[in-house]
């Protein structure tokens, strides 16, 4: 169906030309000049981030309409000749864009034989076409108005079944079942109301008490009744409940739409960076029941969150699905965690019961329930299965490989017929965990960045154009790909101990390029990126890459055999697919069988809160899926230790990446020599 | 199946003959001889209940073998000549008996055309024939010992997983369901019990939330993991919770018997002797609560009593069974009863969800759930479904008119393929509330009753052969006929003025008759019937009758069409059924056609208890039911008024019953007179 996941049609697109190296890109009518440089791999300083502040971005419009904010920073005599700020400016037609000399980079490396004409790719998350396809928007929960017929003597039908009738005329609803606590409300809300009614309608029918999955086919489980038709307000909470990272958004049942989102850090990251050292820490007394809090008071701010974002009340919600990994899931539940630490790695279970959320502690109505996604085993998530679920790859014939980078990279290769997985732990070093200046991808963070090889000058764009706070997954990327590029440090991530510029310098945890002066930052603060914060994303992307390799190899395939990449994570806007190749995270594939996804794991999420068909589909992933054990796998260790290089020690492997680096090296060599071609 | 709760096996019978009235009665061996009497419907003076101690009831051995404890009331020379005490006698052949003048009655009315011989009818409940057939011992909880491998790195399954491995491998159980509260102990206990263990799996699934009737279908659920072989150890709990006394039953899962059974008042009698006056209480502040914290602690009690008598402990139990009227059950679960008590008297459901026991408070473990009887209407209970459950009529195909006597009296018309019921209210006078000195059928009550019309001296059996402390419901059926037979009462159920014995005499409710001396009582105190006791009896039995008037009436059927009458109710053990035709309880019928089922709702609960199987006969049951609502019903009104008279006003509903009470009168009569031939 064409339903809410939908592409929701296309902007009128201009045609935007930079001068001087003749670089043409198409972007939306509207699009911000700054971040369409970014998008077209142009260089244009800027060290703001983009809230104009820096006043280092001015072009010169040279042809074309745009819509331009007159800053401190242009004359009015500069302004007349067509001086713009980049970052305040956006796209009214087709324009021709002039970058001065002092704040262009090298002439980009176009050969398109190798593939890097389209450096920086904005991909939003939900208008690709890796999605699950085909549901019904049939919602976990439905509201019902009914009207009923007062009892009398000649119809005094109990309560419950009143209602039950009343249904099955009104709503062609057959068989309900309803628990105590509901019946305990039902008489006096039927008559306060005058037997005008909602009810709430849950898909699945057993909180406390069963694997829900199995139990699809029962009748519709009465969680609620309201006063007066509320059929309107129907909300569920969709969560993604990583290690590091905890995402909601929150679903109109009624149309389908995400009304609000956003996200936190996971509270219980302050008691261990990955799930082993949570584990560790819940076994200590009352250990698990501290994690399990602080995971339920993130989730209770995150609601908090969206009903003031969205205007709505808790009392509307009537679902929350969670996806989360093997250890979060143990963890929200209260379960054991033990043993999935110890070998051979055993979980207490991988289907979950449904649980009324109340009981877990989350601060909703005792009517809600709360879904939980299975997992495969101890390191492949529930959180997995959603985004196998989310992006459709259990639906189609293309090979696919679906990595999700977040805390744990967990790995799924596959299509319909077949899927095995595998799970290699990354740390959250792209979440931000454990890099000095990281963060997650909100109001300030770094997501775009380019460097001038010759000045080291940044061009940096933030979440929201404000003054940088610290550096995102795709500003990291971004930020490491460019150091490489721009051989500031080698491919084994150590800084070139050439003192090209004061961005460079020695600091506590090894040299650090400075990415934002403190006077640019929102923080007041340099920002830097250390070579121990090189060091971590080195080890994260190398397990990845390795996990990946290892995960084909054990099914004979190699990377040529895929017709797809399926890319999904926390990050946010923008992708930087080339920047990624160029580091060794992502295969050297052709970008054309890229697909970035965003939250899969948030995005199957949402899929059962629409559509409660699906959960059929979460039990054949789950059970069909074969984990591939990494953590004792000889192979996997000596593909890993050869991934900690950027972008790997075969280069075989990244023949397309490798040229790319020795063009450009090159290119930087020439141009710190001065020569005038370079430039 | 030959289950275990048939027959078990006939003991030897002998022959009994009473001189000088030649009165024969087949009775087992070992029989005791007062008990024989009064089953023969033979009078001998007995005023101490049986425990020997007045020393009333001597009779002479004329010939056959007993075994008879000497007692200082017979003297050497007297047992030598074969003087015994009747109540201290067994018989261990054919015997002759010969009863002394001082001590006998009236020679007994033995015209077979009135068929009123055999006057009391010791029938004992479980071994009578309208039982529920055809159930399989397929207990609502079975335990399952398994034996699981230890995980290992090449079989790294979730505990939950390996569970239901070793149960499908091990006990073909192909599907299970688990709640959380199972799950947050399975790593703990597998691991300490060495990965042997015995999980309890339930039939229904789904405490909390849903009406688990509909719910036959689905899944087995583990609601229990134990370390080590603890299958042998299986107990349920049956309950027939009524509005005036509550009993319960311990049933043995494993072998299918009644390890323990016991009673107790409902301590929520203290608020109101009826639902009316409970429902009442229930609307005050607190009140519902309060009545749901008593009811609660009366079944805390008795499984504490049951645990006591077998030995058992608690955490065995896996299951508990309920059956209670409409009102009682809504108190159990803490619902709403205020509109069961207004027109149009709704309940708030029929169909109750499963619950944890330990949920409403119930002392047991966590792992309990407690199934509730389905209700038809709110005067038409769970127990009601129980009895019909249990009794088998839903399944025969003979016409059968089902009496509950309770508090509430529930009638039942119908056969397997219709069932119609009616309920009157009868009040607890049967259950001996609301009568001065009634009690229930425990140690001390007075249970059997027969008077000598001249001296107006009774035969008192009591249950236990102990001194009298009170009448139960069947003494009381018995005393009330007694009365009327030996003339102290008049058919409006008045005290004859006649000074006949300084037994009858004015109290303060009336006049009353003294059943039994203050010496020869346990209390120490005379126990007297009133003048207000037998107009609470006459109301209760007149509206039980009425009732059953207006069912048949309503379908164009009488008496006559009947094929036969089953009676319920917690009577002990014995049920007088003679007397209770005289005194118009039960129809003027051939005594072939009524069966006493004893307590049916208790019967029902435990059936459940033993055969899963039975769920759904309790949907069809509560379904297929037609309610006939006698409270506002204007027949009922007046077969009411017409039933207030002993038998009853219209003599052609009661034709045998009438010649006889004219014979007996006119015996009576010649009797006092002096005449010899009465004697």
């Not at 419950?160 to 628990?179: A, F, M, N, P, W």
């Not at 829900?212 to 038709?229: F, S």
Request: proline share 4%.
């Amino acid at each position: 169906m064409d339903g809410p996941m939908a592409h929701n049609g296309s902007p009128e697109k201009c045609t935007l030309t930079f001068e001087p190296d003749r670089v043409t890109i198409r972007v939306d009518r509207g699009a911000n000049l700054l971040e369409a440089a970014l998008e077209a791999g142009v260089h244009i300083n800027a060290t703001c981030g983009g809230q104009g502040v820096c006043g280092k971005c001015r072009v010169m419009i040279e042809a074309g309409e745009v819509d331009s904010e007159k800053t401190e920073k242009i004359s009015e005599e500069e302004y007349e000749k067509g001086w713009r700020q980049a970052c305040k400016t956006s796209l009214l037609s087709d324009c021709t864009v002039r970058i001065p000399a002092e704040s262009r980079g090298l002439r980009p490396v176009m050969d398109h034989k190798l593939d890097m004409g389209k450096a920086e790719r904005k991909i939003e998350a939900l208008k690709t076409k890796p999605l699950a396809e085909g549901w019904p928007l049939d919602p976990l929960a439905v509201k019902l108005p009914v009207q009923l017929d007062p009892p009398s003597l000649r119809d005094n039908l109990s309560d419950l079944t009143r209602l039950s009738k009343g249904l099955r005329q009104h709503h062609h609803v057959e068989e309900i079942s309803v628990g105590l606590r509901c019946l305990k409300i039902m008489p006096q809300v039927l008559r306060s109301a005058h037997w005008v009614v909602t009810v709430t309608l849950t898909g699945t029918s057993d909180p406390e008490t069963v694997s829900p999955i199995e139990h699809r086919q029962r009748p519709l489980q009465l969680v609620r009744v309201e006063a007066g038709d509320t059929s309107a307000q129907n909300l569920a909470v969709a969560l993604d409940i990583g290690t590091t990272t905890v995402c909601v958004e929150l679903v109109d049942l009624k149309t389908g739409r995400v009304v609000a989102e956003t996200a936190e850090y996971n509270r219980q990251a302050e008691y261990g960076a990955d799930v082993i050292t949570r584990i560790v820490y819940a076994q200590k007394p009352e250990g698990r029941a501290k994690l399990q809090s602080l995971v339920v008071s993130t989730i209770n701010l995150l609601i908090d969150q969206l009903m003031e974002e969205s205007g709505g009340t808790k009392k509307s919600i009537s679902c929350i699905v969670a996806a989360g990994n093997t250890t979060m899931t143990h963890l929200l539940l209260g379960l054991e965690t033990r043993y999935i630490r110890e070998a051979p790695y055993v979980p207490v279970a991988n289907f979950m019961p449904l649980v009324w959320a109340s009981r877990v502690g989350i601060d909703v109505p005792d009517c809600v329930q709360l879904f939980s996604f299975p997992a495969v085993a101890s390191y492949v998530g529930g959180d997995i299965v959603s985004g196998i679920l989310g992006s459709g790859v259990f639906q189609k014939e293309a090979l696919t490989l679906y990595m999700d980078i977040g805390t744990n990279g967990e790995i799924v290769l596959g299509n319909r017929d077949w899927l095995a997985c595998a799970a290699c732990s990354m740390g959250p070093a792209f979440e931000g965990g454990g890099i000095k200046h990281g963060m997650r991808a909100e109001l300030g963070a770094i997501e775009g960045f380019n460097i001038n090889p010759v000045t080291l000058e940044p061009m940096v764009i933030t979440v929201g154009r404000k003054k940088p706070r610290g550096i995102c997954g795709s500003g990291l990327i971004s930020l490491l790909a460019e150091l490489l590029t721009a051989g500031i440090i080698d491919q084994n991530g150590k800084f070139v101990h050439d003192r090209l510029s004061d961005r460079i310098r020695p600091g506590r945890f090894g040299h650090e390029y400075v990415v934002g002066w403190g006077e640019d930052s929102g923080t007041g603060s340099d920002i830097v990126i250390t070579e121990v914060d090189i060091e971590n994303l080195v080890r994260a992307k190398g397990a990845l890459f390795a996990g990946c390799l290892t995960l084909l190899e054990s099914f004979e395939l190699s990377f040529g055999d895929l017709d797809r990449v399926i890319i999904a994570g926390a990050f946010g806007r923008y992708i930087n697919l080339e920047k990624g190749k160029r580091i060794g995270l992502f295969p050297d594939m052709p970008v054309e069988k890229f697909h970035f996804l965003g939250n899969g794991s948030l995005l199957g999420s949402r899929l059962v809160c629409l559509s409660k068909g699906m959960l059929r589909e979460v039990e054949r992933i789950a059970k069909m899926m074969t984990n591939v054990e990494l953590s004792d796998n000889h192979a996997f260790m000596d593909k890993y230790m050869g991934a900690l290089f950027l972008p790997h020690t075969e280069s075989r492997l990244f023949p397309h990446v490798g040229k790319y680096l020795e063009a450009n090296w090159a290119l930087v060599r020439r141009a710190r020599e001065g020569s005038k071609d370079a430039l």
